[in-house]
């Protein structure tokens, strides 16, 4: 079974490859994916496969993140094995360290490291590079923090709770989020552009574009074309 939360806008669904990673594992599986893909009208939608192979789609409300919203800290609900784990469709363990208004900061149980928020992937600002939660960290698979991780200047490190890197949250529907903690300092403007673009460029039509469709069946006709022999070509 998989689950993931996606936005689709008029230029396609963002970060198309990434929700495909968390829904497919085989030939069949990717054939239905691209099915569905290419189904879903702008807006942002809950996507999974049950426990018999089906498939299923529902339209979602936008993101409860916004920009200056405040947090708070709380051990994470979910523990060993260490490592990233899929996304939980609700009702889930993560349900009850969420709040409205609020960005739940999930740490570690002694509350030393952040792993990530209650509904986003969080990464730091060290002034020269974008700082990412180790790996080995137990936090769902984002998304948005894997293609920053996979394209963008990364250098994986602890956060400290209780240090002063400055902080974002990421997630595929709000996209980057600013967050109010005190004792930290802004997040780079530039830094976030630089992250919102990689986004934009990694949203990507859930069908072919009747363009590039057509541009294939053109070149399949000509392939199927016979070849003249040399003698009689123009």
Not at 6 to 14: C, F, P, Q
Not at 15 to 30: C, E, G
Not at 78 to 107: E, F, Q
Not at 142 to 159: D, G, K, Q, Y
């Amino acid at each position: 079974m998989g689950y993931t939360l996606l936005k689709v806008t008029a230029a396609g669904i963002v970060l198309r490859d990434y929700h495909a990673r968390r829904l497919t594992d085989s030939p069949a599986s990717r054939a239905a994916w691209r099915r569905v893909a290419a189904a879903l009208t702008p807006g942002v939608w809950a996507v999974w496969t049950d426990v018999e192979g089906r498939w299923h789609t529902e339209p979602r409300d936008g993101s409860r993140l916004y920009d200056g919203i405040a947090t708070r800290q709380l051990p994470s609900p979910i523990g060993p094995p260490a490592g990233v784990t899929p996304k939980p469709r609700p009702p889930c363990a993560y349900d009850a360290v969420r709040r409205n208004g609020m960005a739940t900061l999930l740490t570690d149980p002694g509350g030393l490291e952040i792993y990530e928020a209650c509904v986003a992937a969080v990464v730091g600002w060290d002034g020269h590079r974008i700082v990412s939660v180790p790996a080995g960290r137990p936090r769902v698979w984002s998304t948005a923090e894997w293609a920053v991780r996979e394209h963008l200047a990364v250098r994986e490190a602890p956060i400290q709770a209780g240090g002063d890197l400055s902080l974002l949250l990421l997630n595929a529907v709000k996209g980057c989020c600013e967050v109010f903690a005190p004792g930290r300092p802004p997040f780079p403007a530039a830094v976030r552009r630089e992250i919102e673009q990689l986004f934009d460029s990694l949203t990507l039509p859930g069908r072919a574009r009747p363009a590039a469709a057509s541009e294939r069946r053109s070149r399949q006709r000509r392939r199927e074309q016979p070849v003249a022999p040399d003698d009689q070509r123009e």
